[in-house]
Structures are given as structure tokens and as C-alpha cells.
């Protein structure tokens, strides 16, 4: 059996046979998660016209109103993952919410299908993700592709096929066209370019289109994941745990270990703002460090820290989000990282602040299974250290369920009332048991 054969089986027993109440009940939350990220990031100004890319249709959009619903799952992938604010699988460092949800709402519209199918869509497009990220740790970003595109596509065509009723066959077929049409390069980094937050998009918009050549009779490789020029070998170097990360689909679950992310920038960062506010706690302010040096898990380094001038001084607020030293710099300053801080041209208060940091690699850094920072200081006082071990929100740090509904609450609360609000986290909660998509639906095109 195939890695398209294999994961098409098990996207076809989960819609059958449905999945552990504890793995329904992080779905929930979750997709609450990437919704109102979705929706708070429709309010921002350089985000506010992406829908007007869209061609007309009936599929629900972030930002209000309706488009075709590839386009839609495009949109809305794009502003899921544009804040830098969407969870994440830490060992394979997928963003799975901002493929999963865009998809599982598109398709679910489009196919007139229940909450329930669309619920378990949201899953099997997550853990096929995380599947193929956990083949190749680390290995989809040194060949410079986010692996959240490139798996998100066949997750997303996984799903797809399901909910639009593919057979056996041709579910195979949607996922190698998938496959042969993902992509998603970290090549904005050279200059912060916006387009990052379209690989998830893009994926979400892959899978649907593939599901619908291969219904219209387009056949796609069978061997896309497995091949000498498939996936595997073509976007990480190779994939030996293919194999077995695929043999646990359907008996052991990862989405429930899936991190909510805390503050909206690069997740890598988020440790390290951590212990800067642990020193905050203790006295520490913007004014009274001399220097500061950050350690860093090398492999995480290309993203937050190269090059290092950069990251002092972005070019942009979005390109704010991977400065390491801005992000620190901007705690210190604000006392806080949120939405807002990256709306503006970067600060000439912080960057003075973030010039005063430098960083070093990092030894016995455990990543990509722990996302970890350790700090020192130097203060007129002497020298001041911090360290996190493991960042808040991963399966062994988790955050409460109420601290994802705030999170829900002040997100979505940037477009709707309280009351709206309030009802739209209650239907988003209890989708898995709705007859259809309908209310939702009207909820979010108001």
C-alpha cells in the first residue's frame, strides 16, 4: 500500500467510524482557535481586501460575505495563518488549523454537508499534516519549503475527497494531483514579504481543485509521497518514517497534542517572550539592561535570528513577527505582544531596544519536540538569567480551555457584538453534532 493509498484509507474509516471524544473535543477547540485568528485578522488593514481576490460564490469568507469556495478556503487559509497567531504541531512544526479549517468549511458548504462531516474533515486534514512533517523533522524547512503547505495539500485532498463523496480511487488520485501541485517556499524572508501567510491558503485551495479533477476523471500517482521525484525525496531529502508515522493514522491521534499560540508572532519566538516577562517580574525593564544575549535552537535560527540586523530592525510591522530581538524588544517596551503591536512601521523606541541584543547558539535544545529559550542579562545590578524549558500551550505546558475562549472572545470581538460573539463560539463548539453547516455560515458572512 501506497502513502496516498494509505492515507485515503484512513480518511475513508474516520468519516465512517468517527474518532475519540477526546480528539472530537480538541477539534472543537481548535478550529474555535483558528476561527477567530482568522476573523481578528480580517480587521487588519493590510489584510482587509484580499477578499475582493476572490470570484463570487456561496462559501463563507473571515471577513464577511461569501466566495467560490476553493477561492474561499484560499482567503481564508491566507488570514488564518497571516498573524502568525494559528496553533501549531510542535514536532512537525505544521500549522494544521490554517489548512484543516478553511478546507473543512469550504467543503463541507459546498457539499451541503453536516457539521459533522465537516468536523471530521478539520481532523483528518490536521493529522495527515502532522503525519508527513513528523516523516522528516526539520527536513521541509532546510530545503527552504514550510511543510505546512506542502502537507497541507495532500491532508487538505484527503479530506476533500471524503466530503465530496470520491471513491476509493479517485480519493488516490485527488491526492497525488495534490501532491504534484504543493509547494510553499520560506523564500519571503529575504525581504518580509506578506506571502507566507498564503501557503496554508494555497494548500487548503490544492486540495479542493484536486478533488474535483480527479472526480472530472484526472488520474494523480498513486506513489506521490513515496516516489524517487514524490514528495518525500523531492521536498525533504528523503522520508524513511513515512512509513511508520503513516501505520499509526486512525489508532493514535496528535491533534489533541496540537499548541495554541499565545502571542501572534513566529512561534519559536514565544519562549523567549516568556522569560522576558519572568524578568519583568523581577525588576527588569527596558531601561535598566545594558545587553542582552538570547540562545537559540540553531535550527530555529534562520527564521528568528539570520540576518541578525534584520531582525534588530524589520522592515515592516508583519516582518516584525520572526525579529527575535524586535519581539523581545517590544515586551520590554509595551509590556505586551498582541495584534496590535505589529500594525504600525517599526518603532524607533524598539529597535533602540533590540540593538542592545545579540544571540548564541543554543546547545542540548531538543527541538523541534521542545520549543526552548534561556536568556542573559546584564544589568547595572550584575548579570540576570531565564530560561523555559518547553513553550506554554504545548501538550506538556497546556493552556486552560477558558484561555482559548478568551482568546476566542477578543479576537472575534475586533468584527462582532459580545452577544455575537457569545453565539458564534457556542455554534463553533457544537458543530460536530449539527444537522448542517447553515447557521454557521450565516453567523460568519454577517
Known amino acids: 500500500m501506497t502513502g496516498a ?41 493590510d489584510n482587509a481586501d484580499w477578499a475582493g481576490a476572490a470570484p463570487a460564490g456561496s462559501a463563507s469568507l473571515l471577513s464577511g460575505g461569501t466566495a467560490e469556495a476553493g477561492a474561499a478556503a484560499m482567503i481564508n487559509g491566507a488570514l488564518i495563518h497571516a498573524l502568525e497567531y494559528d496553533d501549531t504541531h510542535i514536532g512537525s512544526v505544521v500549522h494544521g488549523s490554517a489548512v484543516a479549517a478553511p478546507v473543512a468549511l469550504a467543503v463541507a458548504q459546498l457539499a451541503g454537508a453536516s457539521g ?31 511543510v505546512t503547505s506542502v502537507g497541507g495539500a495532500i491532508g487538505a485532498a484527503a479530506a476533500a475527497a471524503q466530503v465530496l463523496g470520491l471513491d476509493a480511487a479517485r480519493a488516490v488520485s485527488a491526492i497525488g494531483i495534490a501532491g504534484g501541485q504543493a509547494s510553499g517556499t520560506l523564500a519571503f524572508l529575504a525581504d518580509g514579504a506578506m506571502s507566507k501567510a498564503l501557503n496554508p491558503g494555497w494548500a487548503a485551495r490544492t486540495g479542493i481543485d484536486a478533488v474535483r479533477l480527479a472526480r472530472a476523471g484526472m488520474t494523480g500517482p498513486a506513489s506521490v509521497l513515496d516516489s524517487a521525484f514524490g514528495v518525500m525525496n523531492t521536498f525533504a531529502g528523503g522520508g524513511k518514517m513515512l512509513g511508520p508515522q503513516l501505520a499509526t ?7 489533541p497534542q496540537a499548541a495554541f ?14 522569560a522576558i516577562e519572568s524578568l519583568m517580574c523581577k525588576g527588569v525593564t527596558a531601561q535598566n539592561f545594558t545587553s542582552l544575549n538570547a540562545f537559540v535552537p540553531p535550527p530555529a535560527a534562520p527564521l528568528v535570528c539570520e540576518p541578525w ?6 522592515v515592516s510591522g508583519y516582518d516584525g513577527k520572526w525579529g527575535l530581538a524586535y519581539c523581545m524588544a517590544l515586551m520590554l517596551v509595551d509590556g505586551r505582544v498582541d495584534v496590535a503591536s505589529f500594525d504600525t512601521t517599526p518603532r524607533a523606541e524598539v529597535i533602540e531596544v533590540a540593538r542592545k541584543m545579540t544571540w548564541t547558539p543554543m546547545r542540548d535544545h531538543g527541538f523541534p519536540e521542545r520549543f526552548a529559550a534561556r536568556i542573559e542579562l546584564e544589568t547595572g545590578q550584575g548579570r540576570i538569567s531565564a530560561e523555559v524549558t518547553q513553550v506554554r500551550g504545548a501538550p506538556d505546558r497546556p493552556v486552560e480551555t477558558a484561555d482559548v475562549r478568551d482568546k ?17 463560539a457556542l455554534e463553533i463548539l457544537e458543530i460536530g453534532s449539527a444537522a448542517d453547516t447553515g447557521r454557521l455560515s450565516n453567523l460568519l458572512c454577517a
Open 261 to 274: 499560540k499565545l502571542y501572534p508572532c513566529c512561534h519559536y519566538i514565544h519562549p523567549f517572550l516568556e
Open 408 to 424: 476566542f472572545a477578543a479576537n472575534a470581538g475586533l468584527r462582532y457584538s459580545p452577544e455575537e460573539v457569545a453565539e458564534l
Open 116 to 146: 459533522c462531516d465537516l468536523i471530521r474533515a478539520y481532523i483528518v486534514a490536521w493529522e495527515v499534516a502532522i503525519r508527513i512533517g513528523l516523516a522528516a523533522p526539520g527536513a521541509f524547512q532546510a530545503h527552504g519549503f514550510q
Open 249 to 255: 493514522l486512525g489508532q493514535e491521534w496528535l491533534i
Open 5 to 45: 493509498e494509505r492515507i485515503a484509507a484512513f480518511a475513508a474509516q474516520t468519516f465512517v467510524e468517527g474518532v475519540p471524544e477526546e480528539v472530537l473535543d480538541a477539534a472543537h477547540m481548535h478550529l474555535l482557535d483558528a476561527l477567530g485568528v482568522g476573523i481578528a485578522s480580517s480587521t487588519v488593514a
Open 309 to 314: 540586523a534584520r531582525r534588530q530592525t524589520p
